[in-house]
């Protein structure tokens, strides 16, 4: 009975463990390292500076891509993927593996919304 439990235990656990390797789809908006998910700080000094001017300055400036969705942070491990520089500052939907707060984007589009 003991080593039942012992396998059916193990079992589920393999199995959340597939599950939070799975690819995801969410919806949010690419932002930079420095701002976080809003530019209001930024905009406060220049009212013309749209999210996607802040983020690709604070990126040039040495800031990293970032993916803000359902209130949350996420870091883009693929920093170099064309596709963040192309949204910069917009609402996106991401398709990817989430690892912690870090996401492996396969797929980013805008988003329909």
């Given at each position: ?77 693929n920093q170099n993927d064309p596709a963040l520089a192309m949204n910069s500052g917009q609402s996106v939907s ?14 980013i589009s805008k988003s329909k919304s």
């Amino acid at each position: 009975m003991r080593k039942a439990g012992l396998f059916v235990a193990a079992t589920v656990l393999c199995w959340s463990a597939a599950a939070f390797a799975a690819e995801q789809t969410l919806t949010g908006t690419i932002s930079d390292s420095r701002c976080g998910a809003t530019h209001k700080a930024m905009q406060e000094h220049n009212k013309d500076l749209t999210d996607r001017n802040c983020t690709d300055a604070c990126v040039k400036g040495g800031a990293k891509y970032i993916f803000a969705s359902g209130g949350k942070i996420y870091t883009f491990e693929n920093q170099n993927d064309p596709a963040l520089a192309m949204n910069s500052g917009q609402s996106v939907s991401v398709t990817g593996e989430l690892r912690g707060n870090t996401i492996v984007a396969s797929k980013i589009s805008k988003s329909k919304s």
